[in-house]
């Protein structure tokens, strides 16, 4: 080899290798949405939980924070490469699940714990779903693929027959929980329903004397139930083993924290949020004997195999393992 060859040679070795590693970990984008849902996620930021379990695993973590709204934006944003792990309701996760089996293989990552979803209405008339009419507007974060569309889908399949699971979606309009919840306070709009999470049902109730709740998602799957859940595509997880670990790492952490002291959960709600939500109804919400903070997801093949029914998903789910990445925090699910 000539002199040129040699240093043709070593300059496009160190061009390679002034290159970032193709897999190279160190780094994870997050997009969450509005609400307590999201707690664990809150805590992990304010406690800097992700960055600390990283460095356990010899990797210094760069985390991202993205805010969004609604189950289309999140599941567009990771199918775009612009985020790296989502957090949305059980319903975009089936839906992006079962469209990319094959190709990316979005699977959940883990659950942000079980909460009662309401749907509130100021509708004197409505006392159950039964009662709801043509000129009345149900708020929700994504019309058709957010969980609280697909749950009430459900609600409508059980009350009218499977065939009707679409009666009420004509109702529906996508509004972000924080708008919808100032509309349905103040009155006077054309929403006067929401289907919501904490803290914005209870904080329709309590600032609404003619709000009330018309649907409990609790009543809808039998139980306590994971409605809202992280996930990933198959290729972040495989590529980033050590990241993935601290992040699961940094939730199980931050669930314990929110179980044996709501009051600092609710403290790192308020600084990361910067919101103007009473900080004593806040710490209600957290208590809530209905709350449970764990990672593990619990009652969500129910949903699952109900959107496989009325063909929402074309792969049916035969178990929760179909749609989670295996990990041990996640063992005792369902």
Avoid: C
């Avoid at 980033?240 to 044996?260: C, H």
């Avoid at 093949?301 to 496989?308: E, P």
């Amino acid at each position: 080899m000539n002199i040129k060859k040699i240093a043709a040679a070593l300059v496009a070795a160190s061009l390679v290798a002034a290159l970032p590693a193709a897999h190279a970990e160190g780094k994870i984008r997050i997009a969450e949405q509005f609400g307590v849902v999201y707690l664990l996620l809150n805590v992990a930021q304010d406690q800097k939980l992700i960055e600390k379990h990283g460095k356990k695993q010899g990797v210094e973590i760069d985390v991202d924070w993205v805010k969004l709204s609604g189950g289309a934006a999140v599941n567009d944003a990771l199918l775009s490469n612009s985020v790296d792990v989502v957090g949305a309701g059980l319903g975009p996760l089936l839906t992006i699940w079962d469209r990319t089996n094959g190709k990316q293989n979005v699977r959940a990552v883990a659950s942000l714990g079980n909460f009662p979803y309401y749907l509130i209405s100021t509708n004197p008339a409505v006392k159950t779903i039964a009662d709801f009419g043509p000129k009345d507007r149900i708020a929700l974060p994504a019309v058709t693929v957010s969980v609280q569309a697909r749950l009430l889908q459900l609600a409508a399949s059980k009350q009218w027959g499977p065939a009707q699971y679409k009666k009420l979606d004509p109702l529906t309009q996508a509004v972000p929980h924080p708008d919808a919840a100032a509309a349905v306070i103040a009155g006077g709009t054309e929403i006067n329903a929401h289907f919501a999470n904490p803290p914005f049902q209870e904080q329709e109730l309590a600032g609404n004397p003619k709000a009330k709740i018309v649907l409990d998602s609790y009543q809808v799957l039998g139980g306590p139930a994971s409605s809202t859940v992280l996930y990933a595509t198959e290729k972040y997880v495989k590529e980033n083993p050590k990241t993935y670990r601290a992040f699961l790492d940094a939730l199980v952490e931050a669930a314990q924290l929110a179980s044996t002291n709501p009051e600092a959960a609710a403290d790192a709600y308020l600084r990361v949020n910067k919101g103007s939500i009473d900080r004593a109804l806040l710490v209600k919400v957290i208590k809530d004997p209905k709350v449970q903070f764990k990672v593990a997801p619990q009652n969500t093949l129910g949903l699952a195999q109900f959107l496989h029914q009325v063909g929402a998903i074309k792969k049916k789910p035969e178990s929760w393992r179909d749609y989670f990445f295996e990990h041990p925090a996640l063992a005792s699910g369902s």
